[in-house]
């Protein structure tokens, strides 16, 4: 009689306590890069689609009415939701709006966890607790206006995304203003959650933003930043040893770019959920004003909200977003 070999029931316990092991070190990840592969995907998607609604507007500003006492304390803010009601909802398809104090009627989270997940903070319900800074305005003979504290409202998409409106009505167009300050260029910043109120309400996964600037013809960005500075620099040197602001983001990632001056703009509008609002250096973009040495780019200072022109051998931080 030929005898038959097989395994024992030790033996294929062992290996499937094996399988089980090995399943729970790489499954976590795989579904980890899943979820970021999706996310991004959709983040792409909510950006086209926001783009093109605004592209369709006449105008950004000027919808709503906001009113102040003699203490600056609002007593009529109905801008954010008239912003979404009177003009988006016109050219976008929206499901649900919610006022300031039911934002989690929308599906918005109550508290969100920073870049990194570095932090966790309140979800902001007016433009102080989105960035106080954006209240600040400059000297009379450099700068216009300023951003105004309106309260946020939220609406949510048919595809199931949650998105919190900041509206600045009395945004002015590019080169309207004597001076280059961001607060008044912010017209719309949309701060979205792209699973509603299901975690992980972390910034750079399913939570992000979209930022609208100028009145007439507006620039739509979504900028995805990276998770920490790159070394300071010029934006051009032509010392081989100094490297420039733009090969630093390629040394961080060959996935890594400098921002154009509207996305580092959103960046200082959305600094505190970036990280970046400790941070009182100056940020290079990638916008040139003139090529060569001598040439100048766009810088954003975020102490301010100054955006200004620099010549390109200054040394300033770097900040990079993904491509």
């Known amino acids: 009689m ?6 024992t029931l030790a033996e294929i316990l062992i290996t499937l306590a094996i399988i089980g092991v090995v399943a729970a070190i790489t499954l976590p990840s795989l579904l980890v890069n899943v979820n970021e592969k999706a996310w991004d995907a959709q983040r792409k998607a909510l950006h086209a689609r926001m783009a093109q609604a ?4 006449n105008t950004l500003g000027g919808y709503g009415t906001f009113e102040t006492d003699e203490e600056g304390t609002a007593t009529v803010d109905t801008a954010a939701e008239s912003f979404i009601l009177d003009a988006l909802s016109k050219v976008y398809k929206i499901n649900n709006v919610c006022g300031a104090d039911k934002l989690s009627s929308c599906g918005v989270p109550s508290k969100i966890a920073t870049l990194g997940g570095e932090a966790e903070i309140n979800f902001p319900t007016k433009m102080s607790e989105l960035n106080s800074v954006l209240l600040n305005g400059a000297s009379t003979n450099v700068y216009e206006g300023k951003t105004l504290d309106t309260k946020a409202a939220a609406f949510e998409t048919i595809n199931g995304e949650s998105v919190a409106v900041f509206y600045n009505s009395a945004c002015g167009s590019e080169g309207s203003q004597k001076g280059y300050y961001v607060q008044n260029k ?7 959650d792209l699973n509603g109120s299901e975690g ?5 996964k399913d939570v992000g933003f979209i930022t ?11 900028p995805l930043p990276y998770i920490k500075n790159a070394n ?3 934006s051009y040197s032509g010392n081989e040893e100094t490297l420039d602001a733009a090969s630093s983001c390629k040394m961080q990632g060959e996935d890594l770019r400098l921002p154009n001056k509207e996305e580092i703009a959103s960046l200082f509008i959305n600094s505190p959920l970036v990280n970046m609002e400790e941070e009182k250096a100056a940020f290079w ?3 040139i004003i003139s090529l060569g040495e001598t040439g100048y780019a766009w810088r954003q200072l975020f102490s301010v909200g100054g955006l200004a022109r620099e010549l390109r051998s200054n040394i300033y931080s770097v900040r990079c977003i993904y491509k």
């Open 2 to 7: 030929k005898k038959t070999k097989g395994f």
């Open 54 to 57: 605004i592209g369709q507007m």
């Open 186 to 192: 912010m017209c719309v910043n949309f701060l979205y």
């Open 200 to 204: 992980p309400n972390q910034v750079g």
């Open 212 to 222: 609208a600037l100028y009145r007439t013809n507006p620039v739509v960005v979504a």
């Open 232 to 234: 300071s620099a010029p």
């Open 285 to 287: 973009s990638g916008s």
